[in-house]
């Protein structure tokens, strides 16, 4: 695979940003090689500044469940862009998309549109603060809430441990805000909210944490979750980012059937435009300003493109059948390379849930908390990784990051994809050598 074009533009964007990229995943560091300068999408297909064609998985991380460049979406923005990018005003965009969302999704009845998950998450954990009058959060070890500040803490192995942030630049004191427990685990739950009696103001959890391998929790546990908030007057937070909109319209809370107290949404809901949003019923969203004491704002929340970007992708998600065929054809592409892996007897799984996929390097019929993740097992990926993209296949660059399968992805290429998997997973455990 020639990259000349690609090496060269890294080579110019070390002179720029701090490591050549803008966020922290995209700079290759966990896998072979620099990283590919795309230059365009059209359907599941990216092409790099080379030229190579790929069959895209990462999808922009989530956001894509349309695949590259859907028409209908790129209609409504061109619609939006002619009348102008931003006016710091309400517009009907704004309120095209919250009834979208609100008309059909039972469990939040008033909504607010941020620019990012981050921002989202942020708010959503100073509301429940504002909401609740208490300080502390309990969060689980693997699941990702955005870069904020106190929320960066994955902690050590005891259980409840106060927070130790894994960034630098973050104040032992906002760390220790937060309380990190395993996944799963009910013991650390019920310790959590025991020795911080009165203090927890909210608990939050990726309904189905995808950010760190794709950790599936027992239905049980999230129940507990929301029974143990009720106890303790506490905030159950779903962090629907990446699941919300991708699990079905109504996201994780739907799917378990589980009503949160507030549920974030980023990713799918800006149509690839840079879209974050919150919503909890209208008794709790009346605590946000200008209605309430819980100060939250943004010079380009609900920018007009970014909205009708996702009122358009929203607009297809509600079409009949979208999940059921999105599902359907996932879990046919899991189930074939997983019947290859199983006849090869290759110490992998493949595990999904609706079009979230996820390649576990180790045999486990089960992971579900972080700590089960077998570290030394990403060289698998890493190699798999490098044949992947020299096969024509891109997905993220690192083994903990999930894939996802877009309404675009046809049948057809599905089929190309798991033969050229199958093909790659062959080569790194060895069956056959590289060509
Ligand atoms: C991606 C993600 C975030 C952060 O969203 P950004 O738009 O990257 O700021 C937060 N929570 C979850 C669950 C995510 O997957």
């Known amino acids: 695979m020639n990259t000349t074009r690609s090496s060269a533009l890294y080579k110019e964007a070390l002179n720029y940003f701090p490591g050549g990229v803008n966020s922290p995943v995209r700079a290759f560091k966990s896998v072979y090689g620099t990283p ?5 999408g ?3 297909q990216i092409w790099d500044a080379d030229g190579n064609q790929f069959i895209d998985f990462c999808c922009s991380w989530g956001p894509l469940i349309l695949g590259h460049n859907p028409p209908t979406v790129k209609a409504k923005i061109s619609e939006a862009l002619d009348k102008g990018t931003s006016f710091g005003a309400p517009t009907r965009y704004g309120n095209e998309l919250a009834a979208l969302i609100l008309n059909n999704n039972k469990y939040i009845e008033k909504i607010r549109f941020v ?9 959503a954990v100073r509301l429940a603060r504002g909401y609740t ?26 259980l409840a ?5 894994d960034s630098a630049g973050v104040p032992q004191a906002f760390a220790q805000e937060t309380i990190v427990i395993p996944l799963n685990d009910r013991t650390a739950l019920q310790e959590a909210f025991e020795q911080n009696k009165g203090d927890i103001a909210a608990v939050i959890i990726e309904p189905i944490p995808a950010n760190n391998g794709l950790l599936l929790q027992d239905e049980s546990f999230l129940n507990c979750l929301r029974l143990k908030c009720h106890q303790h007057n506490a905030m159950l937070i779903f962090d629907e980012v990446i699941s919300g909109f991708r699990i079905g319209f109504e996201g994780a809370a739907a799917y378990y059937n589980i009503q949160p107290d507030i549920i974030t949404y980023g990713k799918i809901i800006g149509g690839g435009m840079p879209v974050g949003a919150y919503g909890a019923n209208k008794e709790i969203m009346a605590y946000i300003a200008p209605d309430g004491p819980v100060y939250q704002a943004g010079t380009l929340s609900a920018n007009p493109v970014a909205m009708a970007a996702g ?8 079409q009949p059948h979208f999940y059921e065929n999105l599902e359907a054809k996932t879990q046919q592409f899991v189930a074939s390379i997983n019947a290859h892996v199983q006849t090869n007897n290759y110490p992998l799984n493949l595990f999904s849930i609706g079009s979230i996929f996820w390649f576990c390097f180790a045999k486990a019929d089960n992971v579900r908390a972080a700590h089960e993740i077998q570290a030394e097992k990403m060289d698998y990926f890493k190699r798999f ?5 020299q096969n024509g296949v891109y997905v993220g660059p690192s083994g903990y990051e999930v894939g996802f399968v877009s309404a675009a992805h046809s ?8 033969t050229i998997i199958c093909r790659c997973l062959d080569i790194v455990f060895e069956k056959v050598t590289t060509t």
């Open 161 to 165: 441990t106060f927070g130790v942030s």
């Open 115 to 123: 620019n990012s998950g981050t921002e989202a998450v942020m708010s």
């Open 411 to 418: 049948e057809e290429e599905l089929k190309q994809a798991q």
């Open 42 to 44: 059209e359907g599941c």
């Open 133 to 158: 009058g208490k300080n502390k959060v309990i969060k689980f070890e693997g699941c990702y809430h955005g870069h904020v500040d106190h929320l960066l803490v994955k902690a050590g192995s005891g």
């Open 36 to 40: 590919l300068f795309i230059e365009r």
């Open 311 to 318: 009122i358009a992708q929203l607009t297809a998600c509600l």
């Open 385 to 389: 990784h490098h044949e992947l993209l």
